[in-house]
Each structure stands twice: as structure tokens, then as C-alpha cells.
């Protein structure tokens, strides 16, 4: 059987760099181009398909060159708000048969806390992230925590909860952090994370706390090698690994 020709946009960064090792030590996969800032993306090498990890203002351009030229897109650039997946569903719609993954987290544990955040939120009165990242990261929140409170957010929505309590009348400097769908998100920066995560929930009397931590960005690559073989199975937009993984909604 022929390999699968792969070629990764952001190629000098860190995910981009450790994604380029990844590539040329998976059985079945050629690294075919290497794309970074002020590269002509060309013909992309002549991949089949590409992995994007640049900065969130060029990914859409990026993806849609790549769609453009049917070719497939996994996508862990942050920053793909509704309005840009709704452009990008649209590009697609003329090329039915190319498939795009865009993920804010590779990691399988990452991806398993934010399906059990989502099933568990109803269940609590509070529910607030903290997420903590190096400092050398360009976004906040983070696409990780965004997502797993707009899952939250969501899945409190659709049960009936209630807003969540909060008595907060003076925070003249923000110390209440950003709401994403009416979920509190806090961001930290420290020297020395890599990436990080805390749901926390609470009720009169308990707390639950589910943490991930990616304490190496080998914890990225097994899902990104998996959604490079898989994506040209899923035609069309598909939003998080977890629907490659059989987890979560449709
Ligand atoms: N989905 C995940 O699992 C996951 C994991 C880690 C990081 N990320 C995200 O991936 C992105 C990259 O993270 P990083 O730590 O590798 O950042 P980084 O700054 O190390 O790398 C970004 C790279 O993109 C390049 N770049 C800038 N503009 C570009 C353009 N127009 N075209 C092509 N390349 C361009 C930069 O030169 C740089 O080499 C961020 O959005 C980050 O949040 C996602
Ligand atoms: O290091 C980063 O940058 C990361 N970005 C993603 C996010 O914003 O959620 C995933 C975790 C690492």
C-alpha cells in the first residue's frame, strides 16, 4: 500500500517541529513539505494531507488554501471562533469531498476531561476552568478551555441549570476572569507548564475537580498521527477528536 504524503504548516514551531518528527517515524506516512511563515504553500508539497499548527489570524487562510486544492486539513491552530467554522463549513460545501479536523486538544486525556466535564456540569451549582499554559503562549483563554465551557455552558443550558452562583458586585481589576458561556475561565502563565487544565464543580458540602495535564508535547502527537490516518474518512468539518474517538454528540 502507497504511504499517505504529509505536509505540516508551522513547521518551525514548537507543535509544528514535533509534529514533523512524528510524521517521518509513523509507518505509513511521508513527510512531503515543510510550510512556515512567508512560504509560498504552492501545491503543498504534493500531500494528500496537511497538519496545521501556525498562529490563530492565519490558520483560516491556510485551511482554505489547502481545501481549495482538495486536500485534507487537521487543524490544531486555536482560534477557530463560529464565525470562522461557519466560513470554513461553507469552502467545504464545494468540495464535499475533502475532510477537516479542526481540534483545540490532541491529547486523549484532555479529550476525556472535557467529555466528562460535559457530562458532569448538570450535576453541579459552580462550574469554573482554569487553564495553565507557558508563558511563550500567544492566546487566552485557551482553545482547550473555551471549548470545555462552551461543552459545559452548553450541557448546563440544555438540562435547565440555573446561572452559576456568583455574588460578585466590585471587580474593578477583572479578577473574576473572562465568561465563556456563562462559565467563569481563568489563564495563567508560568515558566516551566506546558499545558493544563482544572474543571472544577462544586455543590453544598462537595467539590469535583478534573485536571489534565500534558507535561510533554509527546501527549499531542498519538492524536495527531491518528487524525492524519482518519481524516480522509470524515468528509466534511468535524469539530474536536472526540467524534474520531466514538465520544462525545454527533
Ligand atoms: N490542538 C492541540 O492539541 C494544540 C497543542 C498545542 C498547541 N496548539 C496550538 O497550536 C498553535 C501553535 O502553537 P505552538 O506552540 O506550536 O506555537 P509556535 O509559536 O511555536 O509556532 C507557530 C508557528 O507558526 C508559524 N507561522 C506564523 N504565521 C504563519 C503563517 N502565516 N503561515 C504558516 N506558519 C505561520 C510561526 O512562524 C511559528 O513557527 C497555537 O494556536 C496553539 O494554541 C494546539
Ligand atoms: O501550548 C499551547 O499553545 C496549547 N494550545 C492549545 C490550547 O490553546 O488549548 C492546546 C494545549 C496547548
Redesign the pocket.
Known amino acids: 500500500m502507497s504511504s499517505t504524503r504529509v505536509a505540516v504548516i508551522g513547521a518551525a514551531g ?2 509544528g517541529g514535533a509534529v514533523c518528527g512524528a510524521v517521518e517515524a509513523a509507518d505509513g506516512l511521508e513527510l512531503v513539505g515543510r510550510f512556515d511563515a512567508g512560504d509560498d504553500l504552492g501545491d503543498l508539497g504534493g500531500a494528500d494531507v496537511v497538519v496545521e499548527f501556525s498562529v490563530p489570524d492565519a490558520s483560516p487562510g491556510n485551511v482554505a488554501h489547502c481545501v481549495e486544492r482538495g486536500v485534507h486539513v487537521v487543524v ?1 491552530t ?1 482560534g477557530w471562533d463560529e464565525a470562522r467554522l461557519a466560513d470554513l463549513r461553507d469552502r467545504l460545501a464545494g468540495h464535499p469531498e475533502v475532510g477537516v479536523l479542526v481540534a ?4 486523549v486525556g ?1 479529550v476525556l476531561m472535557m467529555e466528562l466535564a460535559r457530562r458532569a456540569a448538570p450535576f453541579f451549582e459552580s462550574a469554573e476552568v482554569v ?1 495553565l ?2 508563558p ?4 487566552a ?7 470545555t465551557a462552551d461543552l459545559v455552558g452548553a450541557a448546563r443550558a440544555e438540562a435547565g441549570c440555573d446561572p452559576v452562583p456568583d455574588a460578585t458586585t466590585h471587580d474593578p481589576e477583572g479578577a473574576r476572569g473572562a465568561v465563556v458561556h456563562g462559565i467563569p475561565v481563568h489563564s495563567v502563565r508560568l515558566r516551566g507548564l ?2 493544563h ?1 482544572e474543571v472544577l464543580l462544586g455543590n453544598p458540602g462537595e467539590t469535583l475537580t478534573i485536571r489534565h495535564d ?1 507535561l510533554d ?1 509527546a501527549s ?1 502527537m498519538t492524536g495527531v498521527v491518528g487524525a492524519v490516518r482518519r481524516v480522509a474518512d470524515h468528509p466534511g468539518l468535524t469539530v474536536g477528536l472526540e467524534h474520531y474517538l466514538g465520544l462525545g454528540d454527533a
Open positions: 514548537r507543535m490544531g486555536t483545540p486538544n490532541f491529547a484532555a487553564e499554559h507557558h511563550d503562549k500567544v492566546d483563554p485557551s482553545g482547550t478551555a473555551a471549548r506546558v499545558a487544565q500534558s508535547r499531542f
